[in-house]
């Protein structure tokens, strides 16, 4: 009897211990709270992301339900502040004067991708349900990198100028596979901003009987 209410006491002792020694939970948030938190960020701190956090959030990507399990999808994450700096570099000649230049370089500008200090492209082959299945997979990577407590925001603005003459260089070196077509990018970072949620239209919800 002793002998087990020792054993029971060390058992304890040890779950106790692993707690406190195991890393601290992000959020125990649910679902559908990340899916309502969840904003387009637009101002980023400096702090570089975590190359595990990026992997996570990748990974959460590609468990996205997909036609036909094809994953008829590329991924290309960019951590590489000179990579981003050189896009941008190229990019602002080609707004200059054009509302798109009135609207993006405010006066902390700091990148064409919503001055995020990391972007994950998202590239799609050219099958029946590629473009959505980059949808649901965008959605997943964007939930999990808000539980990791970062921001984002898809942008389809980068892909104009990528598929561009002064972009080309850029989009040859993520080394999308062939035919693949950029779909959007994902700014991703730690969040500078706590925006408002945008409305959203309930009536285009019908429940029909
Ligand atoms: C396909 C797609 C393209 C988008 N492109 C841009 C963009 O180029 N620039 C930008 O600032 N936001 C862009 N957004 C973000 C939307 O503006 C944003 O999701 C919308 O205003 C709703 O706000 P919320 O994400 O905070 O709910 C894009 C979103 C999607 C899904």
């Not at 468990?63 to 960019?78: E, G, K, L």
């Not at 939930?143 to 407590?149: F, P, S, V």
């Not at 779909?183 to 901003?193: T, W």
Request: glycine residues 8%.
């Amino acid at each position: 009897m002793k002998q087990i209410l020792i054993t029971v006491i060390l058992c304890a002792t040890a779950l106790i211990g692993l707690r406190i020694a195991s890393p601290k939970q992000e959020s125990k948030s649910t679902v559908i709270e990340t899916i309502h938190a969840r904003r387009s960020i637009r101002k980023y701190k400096d702090t570089p992301v975590e190359k595990e956090k990026l992997e996570q959030v990748t990974l959460a990507g590609i468990a996205a339900p997909n036609a036909m399990n094809r994953q008829a999808w590329a991924i290309r994450v960019i951590g590489s502040k000179e990579w981003i700096k050189r896009c941008t570099d190229a990019y602002l000649p080609t707004i200059e004067g054009t509302p798109m230049g009135e609207h993006l370089l405010t006066p902390d500008f700091k990148n064409m991708f919503r001055n995020a200090p990391a972007v994950i492209f998202v590239a799609a082959e050219p099958s029946a349900y590629a473009g959505v299945d980059c949808g649901i997979l965008a959605q997943n990577m964007m939930l999990a990198a808000h539980e990791l407590g970062l921001g984002t925001c898809c942008l389809g603005s980068p892909v104009g100028f990528m598929n561009s003459k002064e972009g080309e260089p850029f989009l040859a070196s993520l080394g999308l596979p062939e035919g693949y077509a950029l779909q959007f990018a994902i700014a991703i970072g730690y969040a500078d901003e706590a925006p408002e949620a945008k409305p959203r239209d309930q009536s285009k919800i019908v429940f029909v009987e």
